[in-house]
């Protein structure tokens, strides 16, 4: 079974930049598509980015894309999120999540993920 944990979050000031961590446990990375979301206070859970273990391809939301980077180091068993630019509106909730399916056709959804960290703060404030 795959266990994952987030890392990073912060309080950070607008503009500037963060990188979140996601390390896994339990069975190889590369079997899974891995993605991040994020949940703001009162708001839906978000889908951000998500990587094909098929073909490593990544796909972005609109609203980061430009912005927000994520790579994953199978062998490190870990994925990163690295974001710039930082708005307000990014404030949120941070999760990484892993599915053994097809999961990251845009956009991904929440459901089609079993495995899921416990979220890390970000909080995007002058």
């Known amino acids: 079974q795959l266990q994952l944990v987030e890392s990073g979050g912060a309080l950070v000031q607008p503009g500037k930049s963060l990188t979140l961590s996601c390390a896994a446990s339990g069975l190889p990375l590369e079997l899974f598509d891995i993605a991040w979301f994020r949940q703001a206070p009162g708001k839906e859970r978000e889908w951000v980015s998500c990587r094909d273990h098929y073909d490593g391809g990544i796909n972005y939301a609109a609203a980061v894309k430009g912005r927000f980077t994520m790579f994953t180091n199978n062998t490190k068993k870990a994925s990163y999120l690295q974001m710039d630019s930082l708005e307000p509106e990014d404030t949120a909730v941070y999760y990484c999540?892993?599915?053994?399916?097809?999961?990251?056709?845009?956009?991904?959804?929440?459901?089609?993920?079993?495995?899921w960290g416990q979220g890390t703060q970000v909080t995007v404030s002058s």
């Open positions: 999540a892993a599915s053994r399916w097809d999961a990251c056709t845009p956009p991904a959804k929440a459901s089609v993920f079993g495995a």
